[in-house]
């Protein structure tokens, strides 16, 4: 069983910049891709940025050039560098993971972490 857990989430003002993290135990870490989605109110979850488990990257065009994931398989985690953020940027973010190679589906994940908050002001 896979179990991931974000942290890094809070407020921040129009401009800043956030660092969240997916911790995952259970299974062989460096196997597994790793995706972020966010989920704003009223609003489907929606697809953020990706990391295969080669290192291999996708990014959601509203992301793009402002965030950037990475992995660290001595650490099992993932993180998503979030900069120049934006008040719609505000969601809760999730981390999921899959095997081997980067998905932007959320179909295509079956494991899931709780969510974090991410909250921008203007």
């Known amino acids: 069983q896979v179990q991931l857990v974000e942290s890094g989430g809070g407020l921040v003002q129009a401009g800043g910049s956030l660092r969240l993290s997916c911790a995952l135990s259970g299974r062989t870490f460096s196997a597994y891709a790793v995706g972020w989605f966010r989920q704003a109110p009223g609003r489907a979850r929606e697809f953020v940025s990706t990391?295969?488990?080669?290192?291999?990257?996708n990014y959601a065009d509203s992301v793009k050039g402002r965030f950037t994931i990475t992995r660290d398989n001595a650490k099992n985690t993932v993180y998503l560098q979030m900069n120049s953020l934006k008040p719609e940027d505000t969601a809760v973010y999730y981390c999921?993971?899959?095997?081997?190679?980067?998905?932007?589906?959320?179909?295509?994940?079956?494991?899931w972490g709780q969510g974090t908050q991410v909250t921008v002001s203007s």
């Open positions: 990391i295969s488990w080669g290192s291999m990257t």
């Open positions: 999921a993971a899959r095997l081997f190679d980067l998905a932007t589906g959320e179909v295509e994940y079956p494991y």
